[in-house]
């Protein structure tokens, strides 16, 4: 038996050693010159930043600027220029440092915020191979039409659009049937695709921070950052972002989120063919919403900030499932045409139609979406045209609809920072600035390095009181504004935050932007009202408030922010009731 035994498993043998050669040779030998390769080139790159650091502390303040020097202003553009140059992590890891005001100071983070991706796109044939491996099929035989040029280029991967053949999708992706009729219309598909070099490139450089990382924490003054702690948190969210099958499972869990919310949407994941370095999703033509915050939105001003912030208050507080990278590249709005008799339809149709009807009436409202956004596009260069064709569309009975792209990252808090979340926000909404400055210190990472905490937590209780003075008037406050003085503070004292608390405080300031620039009156405060009556709604079956109740770290004192709220919009509404009859009398005084 034993020769037998040892002849059956020579071949083993052999195969073992010859990967356990390969496997050495690669990481002990091949891998360390490539990461000295790299390091040496990085080094040529950030070398002349780090002997020009000391001009921070030159030249004359500059107001308009955040009251920055000019030494240290030409030393921030040094930096993105740097980070350009280094490459797909640089550049990741410069716009994630945009969002960490509560670490670097505003002005760093609003020049780092402008970082672009540089990188050249890879060759088709790298493209080809993916696709056709996960298919398992010749290119040919998959798609239609493809367009070979990408129409996006990221720092990690590439977006291409093509028309793909029905055949090989399932049923269910677009619910699309055979009938070749005046009302089809063939799928057509987004694919994202890895560059091929990233994963290697990343790793090697997270690898490189790493070690500086490490160095930086030996100074005493710097060990508040937690460094290495940063980084590796840093590197989790890359290697989220290198593996698209969570991009593809977060879509999904967001169209279940929103699945009766027809204002916004999502694109439609392909599962069955997604692959760690490859995505197909549902094409959503729309505009992207920066043409709406150069040329306005005209009638629909009001309507397209609220949604967002909706939306973004849904996913908050209802779903703890919260889009964590909602810049505007990544908000696209298209229109569709809603009239009652329409609504009133596709309802009835929804429940009462087979797939193949379904398939035909998404077809038609597309068709109309395609046209309205084409006679918008056709007007993009001229504000005033472009004003009068959302004034005709309004008229016409369209309506707008937001769709979020790039779900890469999403902020989810685990139960003991929800937890923190609603103990703070519960300070703040019984205004005891006080206590949320302490529940601050306590609650963050290192509060032994904090720096005069009691100041910290005084001065956040004079923000609260300041914000309290104006309860009826939160219309007029900029949450964006309280947020940017306190991560102010935060950076001031130390208080080093947790990063999915950071990532929703980012959220809050993005949107309030983009709502703010389209509609200045916009009150955070009151489009979360719906919100908590909804949460009030949930539990209609054991009693209307219950639903309140069952908020995680929640008890009761959510209704104390809900009953506030809808006095607070009582309020409003009786000031505003009181002042139109006033003016009606004053214009009809004439008379009589």
Request: with cysteine; hydrophobic share 45%; charged share 25%.
């Amino acid at each position: 038996m034993y020769p037998v035994f040892y002849k059956e498993s020579s071949p083993n043998l052999i195969k073992k050693c010859l990967n356990y050669i390969y496997n050495f040779i690669s990481d002990y030998i091949i891998e360390p010159i490539l990461i000295s390769c790299r390091f040496t080139y990085l080094l040529c790159i950030f070398l002349p930043l780090i002997i020009g650091s000391p001009l921070i502390f030159f030249g004359k303040r500059v107001p308009e600027c955040n009251d920055e020097r000019t030494g240290t202003l030409w030393w921030y553009n040094k930096l993105m220029r740097s980070m350009e140059m280094a490459g797909p992590t640089f550049i990741k890891l410069g716009q994630w440092a945009a969002s960490r005001t509560d670490i670097f100071p505003q002005e760093m983070c609003i020049r780092l915020s402008k970082l672009h991706s540089a990188v050249d796109p890879h060759p088709f044939h790298e493209t080809k191979r993916v696709i056709e491996k996960a298919f398992n099929r010749p290119f040919e035989e998959i798609f239609i039409n493809f367009d070979m040029d990408p129409i996006g280029i990221g720092a990690i991967a590439q977006v291409y659009k093509a028309v793909i053949r029905s055949e090989v999708l399932p049923n269910s992706f677009f619910n699309d049937d055979s009938d070749e009729s005046d009302e089809s219309r063939p799928p057509m598909v987004a694919i994202k695709i890895l560059h091929p070099s990233s994963e290697n490139n990343i790793r090697r450089d997270l690898k490189i921070l790493m070690v500086f990382a490490k160095i930086i924490n030996v100074i005493p003054t710097m060990q508040w950052l937690s460094f290495p702690e940063e980084v590796k948190m840093f590197g989790n969210m890359m290697q989220k972002q290198l593996d698209l099958r969570i991009e593809a499972t977060n879509l999904l869990e967001f169209q279940k989120n929103f699945n009766n919310r027809s204002s916004i949407n999502f694109p439609k994941p392909l599962i069955l063919y997604t692959a760690k370095n490859m995505l197909i999703e549902e094409y959503e033509r729309g505009i992207n919403i920066k043409l709406f915050l150069d040329n306005g939105a005209g009638i629909f001003d009001h309507m397209i900030a609220n949604m967002g912030l909706d939306a973004f208050l849904h996913m908050l507080i209802l779903d703890n499932f919260v889009h964590a990278d909602l810049h505007p590249g990544n908000i696209m709005v298209k229109f569709t045409k809603q009239n009652t008799y329409n609504v009133l339809k596709q309802f009835w149709r929804n429940y009462t139609s087979s797939d193949e009807q379904k398939a035909k009436i998404r077809r038609y409202y597309d068709r109309e979406s395609d046209i309205a956004i084409e006679r918008l596009l056709s007007k993009r260069n001229d504000k005033t045209l472009w004003l009068d064709e959302l004034k005709n569309l309004c008229e016409e009975g369209y309506l707008p609809q937001l769709i979020f792209l790039d779900t890469g990252l999403v902020a989810s808090l685990n139960d003991e920072n929800r937890k923190n979340f609603l103990d703070l926000f519960r300070a703040i909404a019984e205004f005891n600035g006080y206590e949320a400055g302490k529940l601050m210190i306590n609650r963050c990472k290192t509060p032994n390095l904090v720096i005069d905490g009691e100041i910290f937590a005084l001065k956040m209780q004079h923000l609260i009181l300041t914000i309290k003075s104006l309860t009826l008037q939160l219309g007029k406050i900029k949450i964006s504004d309280i947020l940017v003085n306190v991560l102010h503070m935060v950076r001031q004292h130390h208080v080093k935050l947790e990063g999915d608390f950071v990532n929703v405080i980012i959220s809050i300031l993005l949107l309030e932007g983009i709502g703010r620039q389209l509609d200045p009156t916009m009150d955070l405060l009151k489009s979360a009202l719906p919100i908590l009556r909804k949460l009030g709604s949930k539990g209609a079956g054991k009693g209307v408030l219950e639903g309140i109740k069952d908020i995680p770290g929640g008890n009761a004192w959510w209704l104390k922010v809900w009953f506030w709220l809808e006095a607070r919009e009582w309020v409003d509404n009786a000031s505003w009731n009181y002042y139109s009859l006033l003016f009606h009398r004053n214009v009809s005084w004439p008379d009589m």
